[in-house]
């Protein structure tokens, strides 16, 4: 025990778990936090100039590394700019303790605002801290509620008198158990039976997948079942996107997706809601003699929408290998064989898929502006082999996929949820997780342009991420859920929208942005140029944008 500050327990806290970059931005009620930081060198602050830019810091970086992200705001206006993309953390489940400094608790008849009241919708848990001896406790409760499943954000704000004030404590970080169930012998035994058996096996992977490392494990199940393999709400490499048996992203906006989990009989569903939409989807997602099996370390998303054959709670990457153990054991030969044939048609499926992408790219080479297919093939092809991609490509994400393969986990992030503006700060990170890569971020220009003070962090705190940016004038991702909106909610399909409020007629120069802020910067507007573009983006060294002309049309 020792005598000491509410401010110096705070730092002392934060560095006993391990924590190396505090992502934020300070106003007067962290004038206590900010002194106290002089004097705690090892403990990295890194400013942004706009809150959702340190929640993207924070948010990546903690995905990439496995560690909680920390980040510090200010008062009620501070943390309110952070729930753009808040929201979207607290959905994925990315571990966070965000904070923020508050008014002395004396301050009450003047008027002082509740912000763990506040921050309650977009947190697992939101407390305030009032007295100095509560600091270590709720440091510890709050790193262990952020990184135990159900993963989440976490929010504690500071009294101004509790930073001052000092108070007998003891420095004790929270408990790291490893957190790795497996799945009942029972649930594993259903499971098998049910795989084993089926005819037309669909598999489907979400985020939890690969961060319980549970991706070579689907891989397994995969092959020994044949089964066709799609990932949902999947920005991670939850399967290896380069696998033959790998289908795509599944839509339940898209004919063929619908078709696909139709005709299965058998659908796994690991890691990830079954199944999510913006839009009401009528009808049943599947057929009633589908069988479902949801397997999840999240019980709350087991059969949370789906009428569920089997749940399994566990971890995905135990379950999945109990599974494919089990398949190895209980398969007959005929079973085998029958899902060596459907792994070969879901193979041919898939380079019948790749061939056309090829073409398409190729026929539109010569194309500008620069047809996004031709775009993002040059692209993969000047890519360096060790890069890590972050995906806030929002209209253009599908066929980045189409033209970049994943393979290793890792190599790829992306932004979760419905909110813009992840890119900036996810991206750099992203680089601060993985400095030993190059980082590559991908990025539509409406998003872009929401956290675009972002840059002005890259180039402040020295850190070399390359953003590309699909500058196609326009919030297109709208326009295409405009023609969604026509046809499927309000049965127009024959009305052409005039997509009021979705296109920017003063067009955006990231390059000439970028320049301005201190960034390397250059305007891309034809398929040949990219090449030796990014080259030289990585060659800066620095942070750096690359403004590509891509066509926007619908």
Known sequence: ??????????????RAEGVKYIFGNPGTSEAAIMDALESYPELEYVLVVQESVAVGMADTYARATGEVGFVSLHIDNG?????????????????????????????????????????????????????????????????????????????????????????DVEIVPSNRSRINPAAGPEDVRDAVELLAKAESPLMVVGDRVEEYGGTAAAVRVAEKTGATVYGHLSTQVNFPTGHPQYAGSLSLRQPAARKALSEADVVLCVGTAAFSDFFHQPGAVLEPETKLIHVDINAGEVGKSEPTHLGIVASPAAALEQIADGLEAAMSGYESEAARGRAE?????????????????????????????????????????????FDDAISSKGILHEAMKFDEPGSLYGQRGGS??????????????????????????????????????AVNSKIPVVYVVCNNAAYRVLKLNMDVYMKQVIDEPDRKSKYVGMDFPVPFDFASIARAIGAYGARVEKVDEIGPALQAALDSGGPAVLDMIVDGSV
Request: charge should be neutral; aromatic fraction near 6%; hydrophobic fraction near 45%.
């Open 1 to 14: 025990m020792a005598v000491m500050s509410g401010k110096h327990a705070l730092m002392q806290m934060l």
């Open 79 to 167: 943390l309110a700019n952070a729930f753009a993309l808040l929201i979207d953390s607290k959905n994925a489940g990315t571990p966070l303790v965000i904070t923020a400094g508050n008014k002395d608790v004396r301050k009450l008849a003047e008027g002082r605002s509740d912000l763990a009241r506040m921050a309650e919708p977009f947190t697992k848990w939101s407390a305030e801290i009032t007295h100095p001896e509560q600091y270590p406790a709720v440091i510890r409760r709050a790193f262990n509620e952020a990184r135990t499943p159900p993963t989440g954000p976490v929010f504690v704000s500071f009294s101004a008198n509790s930073l001052d004030d000092e108070a």
């Open 345 to 389: 048609a879901a193979a041919a499926r898939s380079r019948a898929a790749a061939t056309a992408f090829r073409d398409t790219a190729e026929s539109t080479r010569q194309q500008q502006p620069m047809a996004v297919s031709s775009m993002m093939a040059a692209l993969a092809d000047a890519m360096p082999d060790d890069a890590i991609v």
């Open 420 to 457: 813009i503006g992840w890119g900036m700060g996810s991206g750099m990170g992203l680089k601060l997780a993985r400095p030993d890569r190059p980082v590559i971020t991908v990025v539509g220009d409406g998003t872009a342009m929401m956290s675009v003070q972002g840059l002005w962090t």
